[in-house]
């Protein structure tokens, strides 16, 4: 029953991305016919060929067989060439459409799904599943229909041509086909299991290669030799398994085939001496039965792939079912309500657990807010739930109680674009594609022209190491931005938050990475752009933030105190803590 369904589910999908493919389907199933049709009539042409051609010992007869039977081919060979073209581009289409707007809808989702439903998992999903989808889109549907077209062909014309014959040949049809369905399933099963093995033995080798560094620095090459040896030993004996399995196949379909043919031989034979029937009946019988057996095989060794690609269907559906818990209002403009002109952020009583951990509270009935042109730094000890409201701020989580107006709307009055709009975030960790610098500094936004994108990097304190890198601007940056130091990855955020020149800047930790040169080279470009802006700033070192207009002390998903610096030294006892810890240590 599951599977009845799980087929259903599947097949509704494809339909929805087949759809737009009507007339090259209705093209694809006119050749297939054709093809299934013509195939048939060949067996009748080889009647025709040896009854009136050969054994009538007539030349004009053998030149007119010969005639049909040429056409019959040609017929073939152009109607096959026009089903395999149009299938495979049919097959190829549609999953280049169902990758895209997998991926596209992916793209919409809340940073909570991908928490419930790890990215590489995903990743291998939509590779796995469409390629899987893309063979039998491609071809197993079409040998599936184009096999049971000639199945029932086929035995139309036997039972028509000799009924006995035909009950015979259905009687060993199961004989020869069901030990060579068996063993097809299992070297199919083993190797698909090989493939596994040998994926394992390729993420072994990337990950030992990437991590090559640790790799030597531990000396643990001898271990890892061994180990990869020990992948490669077991994929090598699933392998040997396949290719067992596989010989016992051969060796299976040649006796089985070859017999039954033989068995089909003698009982016809007899009729052909007996005058029961010609030789051309019992050349075209032939002929039919080893179309009949030949589709029976195929038939059921494709029913597999499709229930495969069924529940591969059904898993894409999922991904392209799946709701993003995070949906954007209608609010495009940030257009400041009268009464809130001073106030542009404003947390209210939030609370917040990750959907992760419920029963942790990251932040617990908060509530402050920000001026416009503010700038506010928030302090305090690892775990506090700083960096929380800046994700919450970003939308990338809801709060479970309480809210959070910007200019006076609620967060979710906004559409997503136009609230992240308002945003210039540096985060923690410096996320770099391996791509040039340009196009790392042009993600903030991607009309930047060269100019105002170097411009942005001077800003920065950037400008300079890039200059040297080897082509420039030009210069991959290498897969994480391995070719980048901690504090150089950490301006090219920077220049990136300057390039986005949003109203509101979130600085988590900006200056972290920097050595106190750099730190503030840094800062001194900041300290302009953030003028005029309103800015938020996480900081663990309080030097960084010693000018801020307020600082705010988090602890534990709360805030327990916030003024100036001074007057936080004075009343809050783990401020002052953190202060003595910070400036008696820099001060030795
Ligand atoms: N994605 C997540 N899923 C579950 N829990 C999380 C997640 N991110 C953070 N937390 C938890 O929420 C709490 C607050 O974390 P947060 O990152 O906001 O702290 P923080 O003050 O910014 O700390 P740090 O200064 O170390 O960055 C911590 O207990 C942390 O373990």
């Known amino acids: 029953m599951k599977n009845a369904l799980d087929v259903k589910v599947g097949l509704t999908t494809l339909l929805v991305f087949l759809r737009p493919y009507r007339r090259q389907i209705l093209f694809a199933l006119i050749a297939l016919v054709v093809t299934a049709g013509t195939m048939l009539s060949v067996g009748k042409g080889l009647q025709y060929l040896i009854d009136d ?24 060979g152009i109607g096959s060439f026009c089903r395999f073209y149009l299938v495979s581009w049919i097959g190829e289409r549609v999953v280049a459409d169902i990758r895209q707007s997998v991926f596209a809808h992916l793209l919409t989702l809340s940073p909570s799904f991908f928490e419930d439903n790890s990215p590489s998992e995903i990743q291998s999903r939509i590779t796995a599943d469409t390629t899987l989808l893309q063979s039998v889109i491609g071809s197993s549907l079409s040998i599936a229909l184009r096999n049971s077209l000639m199945l029932v062909g086929g035995i139309a014309f036997l039972l028509v041509m000799h009924f006995k014959l035909t009950l015979i040949l259905l009687a060993c049809v199961p004989v020869v086909v069901v030990p060579v369905i068996f063993f097809g399933r299992r070297v199919r099963r083993l190797s698909r299991n090989s493939q596994d093995e040998i994926a394992n033995v390729g993420q072994y080798l990337s990950q030992a290669l990437r991590h090559i560094k640790v790799v030597q620095a531990f000396s643990h090459e001898d271990h890892d030799v061994q180990r990869f040896s020990h992948a490669v030993d077991k994929a090598f004996s699933v392998s040997v398994k396949r290719i067992q399995q596989r010989s016992w196949l051969t060796l299976m379909v040649i006796l089985l085939s070859m017999s039954g043919i033989g068995v089909m031989l003698w009982f016809g034979g007899k009729s052909v001496i007996s005058g029961e029937i010609s030789p051309g009946d019992l050349a075209s019988f032939l002929f039919y039965s080893v179309i009949v057996a030949g589709a029976v095989g195929a038939v059921s060794e494709v029913m597999g792939d499709l229930q495969r690609a069924s529940g591969a269907a059904e898993r894409i559906m999922e991904l392209l079912s799946a709701k993003s818990d995070i949906v954007g209002g209608t609010l495009e ?9 001073n106030n542009i952020i404003a947390f209210e009583q939030l609370s917040f657990c990750y959907p992760t951990r419920p029963d942790h509270a990251a932040l617990n009935n908060l509530s402050f807010s920000i001026k416009r042109g503010e700038m506010v730094a928030l302090v305090g000890p690892s775990g506090a739930g700083k960096s929380t409201l800046f994700e ?8 479970q109680q309480g809210q959070i107006r910007l200019a006076g709307h609620p967060l979710k009055d906004y559409s997503l ?8 975030l540096v985060p923690q960790e410096t996320v770099l594609f391996d791509q040039s610098v340009y196009e790392n500094l042009g993600y903030a936004d991607r009309a930047a022209s060269h100019e105002s994108i170097q411009q942005a990097a001077g800003q920065a304190n950037a400008h300079e190491f890039i200059s040297r890198l080897d082509k420039g601007y030009d210069t991959r940056l290498g897969e994480d931005g391995v070719r980048l130091s901690g504090g150089q990855r950490q301006r090219i955020a920077i220049a990136r938050a300057i390039l986005k020149d949003a109203p509101i800047l979130l600085l988590d930790e900006a200056t972290s990475a920097l050595d106190a040169e750099s730190e503030s080279k840094v800062q001194a470009a900041l300290d302009p752009l953030m003028k005029g802006k309103t800015s938020l700033v996480i900081a663990h070192r309080l030097a960084t933030v010693l000018n801020a207009d307020r600082i705010i002390v988090m602890d534990k998903g709360h805030i327990i105190a916030q003024g100036t610096h001074t007057q936080l030294l004075e009343s809050c ?15 030795q």
Do not use: I
Request: proline share 3%; glycine share 6%; charged share 20%.
């Open 53 to 76: 051609g050969l054994t009538s010992g007539s030349q004009a007869g053998l030149n007119k067989a010969l005639l049909v039977f040429m056409g019959l081919v040609f017929v073939l």
């Open 333 to 341: 403009r940030f257009e400041p309500q009268a009464e809130a002109e």
């Open 392 to 399: 919450l701020l970003l939308r990338f989580y809801d709060p």
């Open 417 to 424: 674009k136009a609230l992240r709009k308002q945003f210039a």
């Open 573 to 587: 006892e783990l401020y002052k803590r953190l202060a003595d810890l910070q400036f008696n240590q820099s001060a």
